[in-house]
């Protein structure tokens, strides 16, 4: 028994002195980050929202905005105005209009050229499409389609088309958005609204309020595939940025959800009064729903199908669209006339003090710490 006491007395006494050195490598580490602010901006980080927004500005523009589309490289943004037969150039840097193109005949959507070159706005009134050239801010073109009311446009990224619904006759209009000519059309029924190409540009979806559908396509034959039963009286439609589904939004104050695997509808869920536009944000994980009834947009988690916030906009919101960077949104309001200009950044908690790069001497301190941590180990091992 004395010899069992005598040799288990070193290896418990090895103990106070190693917890001694390892309780010194942790006050010293500590002391360092706190002294180079590292907790402070990691935890600044960590609890910075991922996505904050707020209305920053307005922008006045013409009478009865009701779409807007951004450039490619987001530095310019197209309003047209349905009042007074133009369209406002907005400079998305300053959020101010730095040009006004006259375009006859109550133009009503517009989509861009995925290369800026040009912009094809929808006349209402007079079944044509004005096609403008965005260098010089000039109609070069102008392109027939179906009788009155064509509502809007869709332009494919992928396969070169853009479609042009009309509401009176039913006639979706196939052009070639390259060459700015009608190389189609496709025969569907009267009460045509709005269209929408899927990401990879496999299929379009197009809404029809009278029968309350979604009429699918295929476009590499511009035949339809199909059709879904949606909500009373559906207005618009949207992608999503991954292509797995779609939100409609329907007169009674609710967005339709179709899975889009199976082109089903897979949910449904209430935003605010008389819902119009709805747009995605570009990662995805937003979208936002303009309310025309009571002024507001819908912030909804894609993830969830849930609106997580409601912030008021200007009277009469229509249109939407987000800023290919994702920094911003424009909303068009078509009883004040302007567009609200909602921003988006992460908050991050001011510091008292940015970080600093360890100096030479913190640098020596921080590798002495890690040997003693290291000789502690070595020290315990060895009884």
């Not at 089903?264 to 937003?286: A, H, Y």
């Not at 912030?299 to 987000?322: E, H, Q």
Request: aromatic share 6%; net charge negative; proline share 6%.
């Amino acid at each position: 028994m004395p010899l069992q006491s005598t040799a288990e007395t070193p290896r418990f006494a090895a103990y106070p002195t190693a917890m001694k050195w390892l309780r010194s490598l942790a006050t010293t580490a500590s002391s360092l980050f706190k002294s180079m602010g590292c907790l402070a901006v990691i935890g600044s980080c960590l609890s910075a929202p991922l996505h904050a927004q707020t209305v920053t500005s307005t922008i006045g523009v013409g009478s009865n905005p009701n779409t807007v589309a951004f450039s490619p490289g987001g530095s310019r943004a197209y309003v047209p105005n349905f009042g007074d037969d133009t369209v406002s150039v907005i400079d998305t840097a300053t959020d101010t209009v730095i040009d006004t193109i006259t375009v006859i005949g109550g133009p009503l959507a517009i989509g861009l050229l995925t290369d800026g070159s040009r912009a094809y706005v929808v006349n209402r009134n007079d079944g044509a499409v004005s096609v403008i050239d965005t260098a010089t801010n000039t109609i070069v073109h102008t392109i027939v389609v179906g009788a009155q009311n064509a509502f809007s446009i869709a332009i494919s990224p992928t396969v070169g088309k853009a479609y042009v619904p009309s509401y009176d006759d039913g006639i979706l209009t196939v052009i070639d958005a390259a060459l700015g000519n009608v190389i189609g059309t496709i025969n569907l029924s009267r009460g045509l609204r709005d269209v929408a190409f899927s990401p990879d540009g496999t299929r379009a979806y197009v809404i029809n309020d009278r029968d309350n559908t979604v009429v699918v396509i295929d476009t590499a034959t511009d035949t339809v595939v199909g059709s879904i039963a949606a909500i009373s009286q559906p207005v618009r439609v949207a992608f999503s940025r991954d292509g797995l589904k779609a939100y409609v939004t329907n007169v009674g104050g609710t967005v339709t959800v179709i899975g889009t695997a199976t082109d089903t509808v897979i949910g449904t869920f209430v935003v605010g009064t008389d819902p119009k536009g709805v747009s995605f944000s570009p990662d995805g994980t937003r979208a936002y729903v303009v309310n025309h009834g009571d002024a507001t947009f819908s912030v909804i988690d894609t993830a969830a199908d849930t609106v997580i916030s409601t912030i008021p906009v200007g009277g009469g919101p229509v249109g939407v669209a987000f800023s290919p960077n994702g920094l911003k949104a424009y909303v068009t309001n078509t009883i004040t006339n302007n567009v609200s200009v909602i921003s988006f950044a992460p908050v991050v908690p001011p510091t008292s003090a940015a970080a600093p790069i360890p100096t030479l001497s913190e640098w020596a301190m921080i590798l002495m710490a890690s040997l003693m941590g290291l000789l502690a180990c070595v020290r315990l091992r060895r009884y």
